[in-house]
């Protein structure tokens, strides 16, 4: 008697998009699929570029000044993180191009490790501030979308050394392109620079330009 193989059957692919079809004789494809549906994906498919840093560059305001502080101890700067996200859609599955955008994450906010918070009153230095206010009237967060240019802006006024500011160029609500400077974020030093130039370069493809003050990136 002839004996007969079973055959394994196929594992199922659990990346095939089911229930849609193109046509009859194509189900399945890209260009089936529902433009939200195909807008979300490509999200997905994006790059991500993050930068994070200690800073401790800007002053807590006068009025949260704690009353039983000494009169001779001054203004404090409190310690902050900052971080930056940067994020490049996909416009068309074939890869990046001209049509993709920036979405560009920004926070600037207080360190809850900060010795002048009043719970540290055993740490060297305690200053005795409410932590709840600090950080209300100075945690900063901002996101920006539609940016089609990032700009590196050469600028050697602030504390007589060399520093750059960001820049960002978008689409406002009505068309018309925005130019927003990122706030208290500065990048200090050329080899800085230039290692946040590569960055922008090497992980999100943006195309570099040498401009008048200084670097300039587009998606393009």
């Avoid at 004789?25 to 840093?53: C, H, M």
């Avoid at 490049?88 to 990046?96: F, L, P, Q, T």
């Avoid at 500011?165 to 500065?186: F, K, N, S, W, Y």
Wanted: with cysteine.
């Amino acid at each position: 008697m002839q004996s007969v193989r079973r055959l394994a059957k196929a594992p199922s692919n659990p990346y095939l998009c089911t229930g849609v079809k193109d046509n009859d004789s194509n189900p399945n494809t890209w260009s089936g699929l529902p433009e939200d549906l195909q807008d979300k994906i490509l999200r997905k498919a994006g790059l991500r570029f993050v930068y994070e840093r200690p800073h401790m560059d800007r002053q807590v305001p006068l009025e949260l000044r704690p009353p039983l502080l000494d009169i001779d101890r001054g203004n404090p700067w409190a310690d902050t993180k900052q971080r930056l996200v940067i994020e490049r859609s996909r416009h068309a599955i074939e890869g990046h191009g001209p049509r993709d955008v920036l979405t560009v994450s920004f926070s600037d906010c207080v360190n809850k490790d900060w010795y002048g918070f009043d719970r540290n009153k055993d740490r060297f230095g305690y200053l005795g501030y409410d932590e709840d206010a600090v950080c209300k009237a100075m945690d900063f967060k901002r996101t920006w979308t539609n940016v089609t240019k990032i700009q590196l802006n050469f600028n050697d006024i602030m504390y007589r050394q060399n520093f750059w500011d960001i820049v960002l160029t978008r689409q406002g609500a009505d068309g018309h392109e925005e130019v927003v400077h990122v706030p208290h974020l500065q990048i200090y030093q050329r080899v800085n620079e230039e290692e946040f130039a590569r960055r922008l370069e090497e992980e999100l493809h943006l195309t570099r330009r040498t401009v008048a003050n200084g670097d300039e990136f587009t998606v393009a």
